[in-house]
C-alpha cells in the first residue's frame, strides 16, 4: 500500500472511515504519514487535526474509538478508506455519524421492501394491502404461505424454467421477510446469527 502524501500542498490525505460491519460511512478526516503510521502501529485511527496542529486519536478524550480493521488506497493514491469498528457514536454531537445518521446495516431494497412491510402491517384497515390482509389472518396463514412457497420453490428447481423458479424464489423471500416480522424480528436477526456462526 502506497499513498502519496506530496500530492497535497500540507502533505495530508483525506481519509473516509467507513464501519466495517455496516458500510456505513462514519466522516472524514485528514492523515499524513505520521498519523498512517501511528494508526497502523495502535490498531486505532489517528488523524492529524487542522485546527490543532498535531496528531489527534480519534476517542483520545471521549473514549469512542474507531478500531482498525483494514486500510485502501484509491486509484489515485491519494485518498484512504479505512475500515472500522466504532466504540460508540462517532461524531462529536453525539450522532453515530457526522452526517447525524444512524449507523444501521442496510441490505439495499431488501431494507426498503422490510419498511414497506412494516408500514402496511401496522394499517391493517389498508385497502387493497395483500400484506395488510395476509397479516390480518394471524402468524399462522403467513407461516402456512412460508412453506407453500418454499415446496414451489423445491419444484421448480427441478425443472428447466429458470424464470419459474426465480419467480417462486422471490415469493418465498417477500413471505419469509413477513414471517420475521410477525415474530418480532428482521432480516439484521438472522444475519447475526449467521455472522456468528462464520466465527
Known sequence: MKIDFDK???????????????????MLGYMNQEALK??????KVTFY???????????????????????????DADTLLLSVNPQGPT??????????EENE????FLTHLEAVIKERREDPDRKNSYVASLFKKGINKVAQKVGEEA????????????????????????HYLMLLQAKGYTLKDVMEILRQRHK
Open 105 to 108: 446495516e442496510s441490505f439495499g
Open 151 to 174: 415446496v414451489e420453490v423445491v419444484i421448480e428447481a427441478k425443472d428447466n424454467n429458470d424464470e419459474l423458479f426465480l419467480n417462486e424464489s422471490a415469493d418465498l423471500l417477500f
Open 91 to 100: 461524531c462529536h454531537t453525539g450522532s453515530d455519524t457526522c452526517w447525524n
Open 38 to 43: 501511528k494508526t497502523q502501529e495502535s490498531q
Open 8 to 26: 497535497n500542498a500540507d502533505g495530508l490525505a483525506p481519509a473516509i472511515v467507513q464501519d466495517a460491519q455496516t458500510k456505513k460511512v462514519l
Open 49 to 75: 487535526s487542522r485546527s490543532k496542529q498535531r496528531l489527534w486519536t480519534k476517542g483520545e478524550e471521549s473514549g469512542n474509538f474507531l478500531h482498525l480493521v483494514d486500510v485502501k488506497v484509491d486509484c
